[in-house]
């Protein structure tokens, strides 16, 4: 199990193909990444450009999780992965937040932390890991049944950055909250990534967003 999360969580950095989402795209990709049902649809194993990579979001999209709080989708990761137990095959695409923006409030918390652990910092790439998805290959696509239904009054909501485009995880049909590689839009390809690639798993407490996928 380790061996695999592993594996999702740094092949396509070290070995996929990356590519860079044009600015002026990404409020569109955005909207149309919020509207996506792909619920009843079967998903082929060709769809992506490519078995695994990164789109970079050099403008990012905002996602607010169901109990309120905000983080950035600098990143977005995609890979084919295999099952050998159960014989299935699966997309699994991971949002990874900037932990540099200056605009998101999970950054910033990650950086309170930094302050009582300076291991911590060492330890962590330029992005964190934010929110996953799974997406069935040649299986239908089954509708959300993760999302817990919270009290407003319990919940304090974070605003988003002035001006920035934000996700609102209790309104979408998905669970695949960053933009798929297959609805992203024009990109361009990035031969060089923009930053090293040493993605790193965050603790719960620095990665609130995580979106919880069905297994």
């Not at 890979?79 to 540099?100: E, F, L, Q, V």
């Not at 089954?142 to 009290?151: F, G, I, M, P």
């Not at 974070?158 to 839009?185: K, L, Q, W, Y």
Request: with cysteine; charged share 20%; aromatic share 6%.
């Amino acid at each position: 199990m380790l061996a695999a999360v592993d594996k999702l969580a740094h092949q396509p950095w070290q070995l996929g193909d990356p590519y860079v989402l044009a600015p002026e795209m990404t409020a569109i990709v955005a909207a149309a990444a919020e509207a996506l049902d792909l619920t009843g649809d079967l998903i082929p194993d060709d769809i992506a450009p490519s078995d695994s990579g990164v789109l970079f979001l050099p403008e990012p999209i905002y996602h607010r999780g169901t109990h309120g709080q905000v983080a950035s989708i600098g990143a977005v990761t995609w890979a084919k992965m295999h099952n050998i137990g159960t014989g299935s095959t699966d997309w699994w695409i991971t949002g990874w937040a900037d932990r540099n923006d200056p605009l998101d409030p999970s950054a910033a918390r990650l950086r309170a932390q930094y302050t009582q652990d300076a291991q911590l910092a060492a330890d962590f790439g330029p992005y964190v890991l934010a929110s996953s998805a799974r997406i069935p290959v040649g299986r239908s696509v089954e509708a959300r049944c993760d999302l817990t239904a919270y009290d407003d009054d319990d919940i304090e909501w974070e605003p988003a950055p002035d001006g920035r485009f934000c996700i609102d995880e209790s309104t979408v049909r998905v669970n695949a909250v960053p933009p798929s590689p297959t609805r992203s839009g024009p990109s361009r390809p990035n031969p060089s990534p923009p930053y090293p690639p040493r993605p790193s798993t965050a603790p719960p407490a620095a990665a609130p967003n995580e979106t919880r996928s069905s297994t």
